[in-house]
């Protein structure tokens, strides 16, 4: 029987179970399951929080960053600044050590994960901004009314010239129109230059940044000078036949980055797919230019 007894404290022992427990031990033991649970509670939050922040992130890359056309911030650096230097040192050698350390790397990395993000959000808002300018820069109607799009007379490329008498590449498309039709700005601009040009006649540059320039020949006259900012859609001057034009009609020319562009690829404004369509046949057809 003695035997039996000592076996079975020795069993006790091995298996690293206190012979008896005093109520202080199971105090503590109690709050100890406690603060697990709580531990448990905070990191179900976690998750949450991790998956909506999931959501934000995987929206901002496959979605804002697209749009505004800025590469997507990649997972590393997302999760940048947590390998090397272990700095949970200090929360090493106590019973609950791991859920603990575990616990503030997740909470740490998720910070910085919304630290992160909020900082390409602000981005995006500017690009955003940005992109709004650049909307209302960018030319994006026709210069002179147009509604049945029978005004367009020549278009961009080869044509014959009509006082030089052989093919040369015209540089811009050819609205014919009474004279003193008004010719509006086609995007947002300062104006660059308002004066007479040679074989432009009366011409008006306007800037739009961006890069992109437009030129309105021909002009009878100007109703807006150098430096005057002006809105797309503004009346900027008057269809008249100055410089080297065989009749009454504006010569419109768009340059992106100093070098001309078909302007047939800048009437999205004003135009739907069909009359874009007619558009762009009837600045195909090899005709004559007016200058
Ligand atoms: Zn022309």
């Known amino acids: 029987m003695g035997t039996f007894l000592a076996g079975f404290i020795l069993l006790l022992v091995y298996l690293n179970l206190p012979l008896v427990e005093t109520p202080k031990e199971k105090a503590l033991k109690r709050e100890l399951k406690n603060m697990e649970l709580q531990f448990e509670v905070l990191n179900k939050k976690m998750s949450l929080a991790e998956k909506v922040l999931a959501d934000v992130q995987e929206r901002d890359n496959n979605l804002y960053r697209v749009y505004f056309e800025a590469d997507p911030i990649s997972e590393e650096q997302r ?13 090493e050698g106590y019973e609950n050590s ?10 740490d990395i998720l910070m910085k994960q919304i630290v992160v993000q909020s900082k390409s959000l602000s981005q995006i808002t500017e690009m955003a901004k940005e992109k709004e300018e650049l909307l209302s820069a960018i030319p994006a109607i026709q210069p002179v009314e147009n509604q049945n799009l029978k005004r367009m007379a020549s278009g961009y490329g080869m044509r014959m010239h009509p006082i030089l008498k052989y093919r040369k590449f015209h540089s811009g498309m050819d609205f014919s129109a009474p004279r003193g039709t008004p010719v509006y700005a086609t995007g947002d601009a300062r104006v660059k230059q308002a004066k007479r040009d040679g074989g432009y006649g009366n011409l008006i540059i306007l800037d739009h940044g961006f890069g992109y320039e437009t030129y309105y020949a021909h002009l009878r006259e100007f109703k807006v000078w150098r430096g005057q900012h002006v809105e797309r859609g503004q009346i900027i001057g008057y269809v008249g036949s100055t410089g080297l034009s065989t009749a009454p009609h504006l010569h419109y020319e768009v340059h992106k980055d100093g070098r001309v562009v078909n302007p047939v690829n800048f009437y999205y404004g004003d135009l739907n797919s069909e009359e874009y369509d007619i558009m762009l046949e009837q600045a195909q057809m090899e005709n004559q230019s007016l200058d």
């Open 79 to 91: 999760k940048a600044g947590f390998g090397g230097v272990n700095r949970y040192r200090n929360l």
């Open 98 to 107: 791991k859920l603990i350390s575990e616990t503030s790397q997740r909470l």
